[in-house]
């Protein structure tokens, strides 16, 4: 797969609660006209309808793209300079742009926050949030040298051993699942890829 070298630029950044709001549309996005939640003929649960025109508007989960980013033994986590849980410590990820597959936003990712040279690898973790309406898409990824860059959302980037890990400060449950995973798997001297939902 091939690496990415340029700098991506990104509009503003939202936290999960305001992002997850299933009733969220107020007004046609075709006419401006006010919309109604309703069960469209054709359907089975309550879409966004316009009051004016009929279009409906669909919403669906957002999906958050990242890696597990390792040089020989140790992986690399970013301590986050944005919210939600500034200060705490992640996989380099976040949301998915139009444009582009899951891979390729999580390189853009990777390269955003801790300004990594990776050589993409397989798809490791799929992991569903319902209650937040994400699903979050972890890659295996192998460090080509330990140049880092980190970028403005990112406080500082550090390399970790297993021992190292600070488990009490890991940002976000699908980051700690991701983890404890790839560790698991790594000693087992196999990787799969693994399916979860978290609550």
Not at 66 to 75: N, S
Request: hydrophobic share 40%; charged share 25%.
């Amino acid at each position: 797969m091939p690496r990415a070298h340029a700098r991506w630029r990104r509009g503003p950044r939202y936290t999960a609660a305001a992002m997850f709001n299933p009733r969220s549309i107020k007004h046609c996005r075709a006419c401006g006209a006010p919309a109604q939640y309703a069960v469209p003929a054709d359907d089975n649960r309550e879409r966004a309808t316009c009051t004016a025109c009929g279009t409906i508007h669909y919403e669906n989960p957002l999906n958050v793209v990242g890696t597990v980013p390792v040089w020989e033994d140790r992986v690399l986590l970013c301590r986050r300079n944005i919210e939600p849980r500034h200060g705490f410590w992640t996989l380099p990820a976040g949301f998915m742009e139009l444009g582009e597959s899951t891979a390729q936003g999580a390189l853009r990712e990777t390269i955003e926050e801790a300004g990594a040279n990776v050589e993409m690898q397989e798809l490791f973790t799929v992991l569903n949030v319902v209650r937040v309406g994400q699903v979050h898409f972890f890659y295996r990824a192998r460090m080509l040298d330990t140049r880092l860059a980190p970028g403005p959302e990112t406080i500082e980037a550090q390399l970790f051993g297993e021992a190292e890990i600070p488990w009490e400060q890991i940002a976000f449950r699908t980051v700690k699942e991701t983890l404890q995973r790839y560790f698991d798997d790594r000693r087992s001297g196999q990787f799969g890829i693994h399916c979860a939902d978290i609550g």
